[in-house]
């Protein structure tokens, strides 16, 4: 059975020191460039404390932590290096761990927003991530999802032809309508679930 969650480490391990360099049309820097929309919404809302899974460098924990320097922050990452990046940053009021997105090591009820960017397609079991989300998040806490989707044909396509055989761990791509099922099923209300484009997405839920 293919490990995407080893061949996602491979993959990010490798690209970790020059990921905030990418340029142009590459595949690092349109997903950098689409941040933005969950730092937004992220600010629609006060909140204390936040974790960034599947954080990367540290990008957007950055960002928060320039506008909002008074919050307790915590990102984590399965690349090492990714999260070496990250440390080296020294972000005030930040955290970065190596860790699972489908088992997270923190407390019940331990943060009052939960985000994750441009990784949720990478996860195999994607009920076990969202089981993990619903325990650490507070009551009333949020969960905001952003990712990449695309038309019904092209996820068939990429999910049940390209992924199996890429040697890559993109594990499966989701449709606005299955993932906001996955929320309720896993006790959120949903509150916002909205295409950005063609492909990509967002939705937030509250605990």
Same mark, same amino acid.
């Given at each position: 059975m293919k490990d995407y969650k080893e061949l996602s480490k491979i993959e990010f391990n490798r690209e970790a020191q020059k990921f905030d360099n990418a340029k142009g049309i590459d595949i690092y !820097?349109? *997903?950098q460039n689409s941040y933005s929309y969950i730092i937004d919404e992220v600010k629609k809302e006060e909140f204390q404390s936040l974790v960034d899974v599947g954080c990367g460098t540290g990008n957007s924990i950055e960002l928060l932590s320039k506008e909002f320097p008074e919050r307790k922050y915590v990102g984590i990452d399965l690349a090492e290096n990714m999260i070496a990046v990250a440390n080296k940053k020294a972000i005030k009021g930040a955290e970065f761990l190596v860790g699972d997105a489908e088992n997270l090591p923190f407390e019940e009820g331990q943060f009052d927003t939960l985000i *994750? !960017?441009?990784s949720f397609h990478h996860y195999p079991n994607v009920e076990n991530f969202f089981k993990s989300a619903y325990k650490v998040l507070k009551t009333g806490g949020r969960l905001i999802i952003l990712d990449m989707t695309?038309?019904?044909l092209g996820r068939w396509i990429?999910?049940?032809i390209l992924f199996p055989i890429m040697r890559k761990g993109d594990a499966h791509v989701y449709g606005l309508h299955e993932v906001e099922l996955l929320y309720i099923s896993a006790g959120f209300q949903v509150e916002r679930s909205e295409k950005l484009?063609?492909?990509r997405f967002i939705i937030c839920g509250r605990k």
């Open positions: !820097k349109v *997903c *994750c !960017k441009e695309i038309l019904a990429d999910n049940h484009g063609n492909m």
